[in-house]
């Protein structure tokens, strides 16, 4: 993230006035997907739990949903040293927990030392790791803090957004907050109450203290369709994602209560088997080697069909890595993806293959087919292989399409490495190139078409591998970028995972909500939950 954002205040859109039409007060109800495996915000690693988290914790630094701009929250400023090493952190003074607990950087530096805990395991204290060695956390005052890592962390202020600041002496430990609402009630397999923190630190642009809402009632529910037919009754006044047919659904019913935020950061895609010891046919292993095999199924897939008749066109054909969503991440100068089957053909003669009779044979008259797989009981993914099935017939190849359940997908991905090709997705839920290490190094377990390789089977896999390591050391965010760009131009010409869509990101948002403004960035409906407000309404989503 551009650090000539670092200093920005408060938007405005954080700041805007009660509406007219508005009132505060009320309890805003919507669903979490499962079940809280904790409220201890150091300890994080499910997707109910980080929602919690987001909507209690108070953070240092918050990553505005928006804009993708840092700013100030608990910490009104800060400064980097020159080796990246160090941050120091000015704080807020005169602020309280919720339970009444003053606010000070002791908190901050009790709450690094469990984040950053060996013993804790941390999901979120993972992320700041880097190197041998201890960090060092000095408090010359009240409201100041230097914290220094063992070595350079890149992108490390963007790090402090998933950091709730935990209270150092409260009896309530994890459960006294600094964010706009606090945990009153949970009952398991059933819902978590949240109540307005009378503390939280916020205030509008008329001095009216935040959050507006009185409270948040969320529901423990998987069931998707149940939820939809709830908000269709006025019982939810959100969902924080919807899939393409509920979305069409919804936006048939009223276009007002259907909010599309545009292409997310997940994506969809491909790649074939490349692990030496897989127990594939060796005239196979050499296809899928052959970057030009790989470049000409890419150009054989047409991806805006995929998008139009799977996604009824809420998706966008991908382009690489990085959704253009990821404002700053993203390079620009890729190319559009293009279906183009006859440049595809060219391709794969080029490479030594032969199309004669709408069958494409190898050099050695091995007729070109391959089986895809991907987890069973997904109709979304089973639509995109079907697709990609025929568009491949369209050059000759034969592709069949076997589901999986998920625990035996990830049996032949991980360890007996059965499988020739393979269909899922990747959920992106950080920014920073860092956050995909395990994914581009060639040691890294989710390297998926040859993961954990002792060294680089591929001169451009060294390559990744060089450029991924620079660009965590660089010191400024702009030569990080450059030698991400070049990864992202390596994946384009490689085509090791073969991207297909960035899928929308779809909610649901009731006319009885005032101010929501659904974004990309989790979470999508609800990021500026502190200044939703409630008007009374009996129309769709209404509250009740």
């Keep these: 993230m551009l650090r000539t954002l670092r200093h920005l205040s408060v938007l405005a859109l954080f700041l805007i006035a009660p509406a007219a039409h508005a009132q505060s007060g009320g309890v805003l109800?919507?669903?979490?997907?499962?079940?809280?495996?904790?409220?201890?915000?150091?300890?994080?690693?499910?997707?109910a739990s980080e929602n919690i988290r987001y909507l209690t914790g108070g953070v240092l630094i918050r990553l505005n949903r928006q804009t993708q701009g840092l700013e100030p929250a608990l910490a009104t400023s800060w400064h980097l040293s020159k080796d990246?090493?160090?941050?120091?952190?000015?704080?807020?003074?005169g602020l309280y927990f919720s339970d009444g607990t003053p606010f000070?950087?002791?908190?901050v530096a009790y709450t690094m030392k469990m984040l950053m805990d060996p013993q804790l395991h941390s999901a979120t204290g993972d992320a700041f790791r880097s190197g041998d060695g201890n960090i060092d956390v000095q408090t010359p005052s009240v409201d100041t803090v230097a914290i220094t890592f063992p070595a350079r962390v890149a992108g490390l202020e963007q790090l402090f957004d998933q950091v709730a600041i935990l209270s150092a002496h409260s009896p309530k430990k994890e459960m006294a907050v600094l964010g706009p609402f606090y945990v009153s009630e949970y009952k398991a397999g059933s819902y978590v109450e949240l109540k307005r923190n009378p503390n939280y630190w916020k205030r509008d642009a008329q001095g009216h203290p935040l959050p507006y809402l009185e409270g948040l009632h969320l529901d423990i529910q998987r069931n998707r369709d149940i939820e939809l037919l709830r908000f269709r009754r006025g019982e939810l006044q959100l969902i924080n994602r919807l899939d393409s047919e509920s979305y069409v659904r919804l936006q048939k019913e009223d276009a007002n209560v259907a909010?599309?935020?545009?292409?997310?950061?997940?994506?969809?895609?491909?790649?074939?088997?490349?692990?030496?010891?897989?127990?594939?046919?060796?005239?196979k292993k050499v296809w899928f080697r052959s970057?030009?095999?790989?470049?000409?199924?890419?150009?054989?897939?047409?991806?805006?069909?995929?998008c139009r008749i799977v996604f009824a066109g809420y998706a966008k054909p991908a382009?690489?890595?990085v959704s253009p969503a990821n404002r700053f991440w993203f390079n620009s100068a890729l190319p559009a993806p293009k279906y183009d089957p006859q440049r595809a053909l060219s391709l794969l003669i080029q490479a030594g293959f032969r199309f004669s009779?709408?069958?494409?044979?190898?050099?050695?008259?091995?007729?070109?087919?391959?089986?895809?797989?991907?987890?069973?009981?997904?109709?979304?993914?089973?639509?995109?292989?079907?697709?990609i099935q025929q568009d491949l017939a369209n050059v000759g190849i034969k592709m069949n399409v076997v589901t999986l359940d998920f625990p035996s997908l990830i049996e032949r991905m991980t360890r007996t490495f059965d499988y020739e090709a393979c269909l899922l997705g990747l959920v992106n839920t950080d920014l920073d190139p860092n956050g995909q290490m395990t994914v581009w190094l060639s040691s890294g377990e989710n390297h998926q078409w040859n993961p954990s390789q002792k060294t680089p089977a591929t001169t451009w896999e060294a390559e990744i591998d060089t450029l991924m390591r620079e660009q965590a050391t660089a010191l400024t965010d702009k030569k990080r970028k450059e030698k991400f760009d070049r990864v992202q131009q390596i994946i384009y010409e490689q085509q090791p995972f073969i991207y297909l869509v960035n899928r929308d990101v779809l909610t649901a948002v009731s006319p009885a909500v005032v101010g929501a403004a659904p974004t990309v960035l989790n979470p999508p409906a609800f990021w500026n939950v502190d200044v939703l407000q409630l008007k009374p309404s009996t129309e769709l989503g209404a509250q009740k």
């Design 104 to 107: 000070t950087s002791e908190d």
């Design 319 to 321: 382009y690489g890595p």
């Design 259 to 283: 909010r599309n935020a545009g292409a997310g950061l997940d994506s969809d895609h491909i790649w074939f088997n490349e692990i030496p010891a897989a127990p594939l046919p060796e005239y």
């Design 357 to 387: 009779n709408n069958e494409l044979r190898d050099q050695f008259g091995n007729r070109v087919e391959f089986t895809l797989v991907t987890n069973s009981g997904n109709a979304v993914r089973e639509k995109i292989a079907t697709m």
């Design 29 to 47: 109800h919507f669903c979490l997907h499962g079940e809280p495996k904790t409220f201890n915000p150091i300890l994080v690693d499910d997707e």
């Design 291 to 306: 970057a030009q095999f790989r470049a000409a199924i890419s150009k054989a897939i047409n991806r805006d069909d995929i």
């Design 84 to 93: 990246g090493r160090t941050i120091t952190l000015q704080l807020r003074k």
